[in-house]
């Protein structure tokens, strides 16, 4: 057979099963709720427990049911609060089961901080996609992001002192499409003296190094870099955000210690991280 012929099938097998990489059939849960419900007479009997180290708002799945839950105000639970409410329930009518939440307690604006380099001590990496980068930064969250070139295997640091409130690092692969967008290993952490929340995205599988609820100090080790979710290269994608008074999350822009300002970090330019 000519040798020529095989490269090129050798070639094409592995753009092929590059190409058949599909996305993954189970959605991983970052950040666990407790909840549970019974029906005691004509009322719908809900008990909460927030298994996180920060405030969560609970939001019911049923939109009709989550308009009596909140008809005294807004539920919002601190960190690990438990609690049972009662509301009339409708037995005749269908309703949808369950509860959303989300992170944290609404503020105009965290209290101004600076923040660590999210590397170890010494290293130095190039900024792949800064503010509002054509590839992946429109929108959402996103807006504000900084990515870095870590390699797979790379060690991420915490960016400020805090607590785990979400983590995922199941995933394997990576798209070059936005459908993979929610199919990237992460660590979330709440930083309980600003409000602020950071989040570093593209772990490598297995790659977390802490565990749900760990509280973490600034510059600790906490995840290895990777390449899942949407990517078409290994780097760490950084963000810091709130929740704002209109429950939306926030990002915002980052002073770092070393000096650096997020707003002026463009892609080709290079950063060190010297504290910590």
């Known amino acids: 057979m000519n040798r020529n012929f095989i490269i090129i099938a050798l070639l094409m097998s592995v753009l092929y099963a590059c190409n058949s990489v599909k996305l993954p059939q189970t959605k991983f849960n970052a950040s666990p709720l407790g909840y549970s419900q019974k029906i005691v007479g004509d009322s719908l009997v809900i008990t909460l427990d927030n298994l996180l180290k920060c405030p ?35 037995t005749a009518q269908q309703h949808k ?58 060690t991420i640091c915490a960016a400020a002192s805090g607590f785990v409130v979400g983590l995922i690092d199941k995933y394997q692969h990576s798209g070059k499409d936005s459908s993979w967008k929610d199919y990237a290993n992460f660590i979330t952490l709440y930083h309980p003296e600003t409000g602020l929340f950071t989040e570093y995205v593209h772990l490598k599988e297995k790659g977390a190094l802490v565990a749900m609820g760990d509280f973490v100090n600034a510059g600790q080790p906490i995840a290895l870099s990777g390449m899942t979710g ?39 330019g290079i950063v060190k991280k010297n504290s910590l």
């Open 230 to 268: 949407w990517t078409t290269i290994a780097h760490l994608h950084f963000v810091a955000y709130f929740r704002n008074t209109s429950w939306k999350s926030e990002p915002v822009n980052v002073n770092f210690i070393e000096g650096y300002k997020a707003e002026d970090l463009k892609a080709g």
């Open 97 to 154: 089961s369950g509860a959303n939440y989300m992170l944290g307690n609404a503020m105009s604006h965290p209290k101004e901080t600076r923040l660590a380099l999210p590397f170890q001590k010494g290293k130095k990496y190039t900024v792949v996609q800064g503010h509002n980068g054509s590839f992946s930064h429109k929108d959402g969250l996103s807006k504000l992001a900084l990515d870095f070139d870590l390699k797979t295997g790379d």
């Open 56 to 90: 969560v708002r609970i939001v019911l799945n049923d939109s009709l049911l989550n308009k009596r839950f909140e008809s005294k105000g807004l539920v919002v639970l601190s960190p690990k609060e438990k609690k049972r409410i009662s509301i009339f329930f409708d």
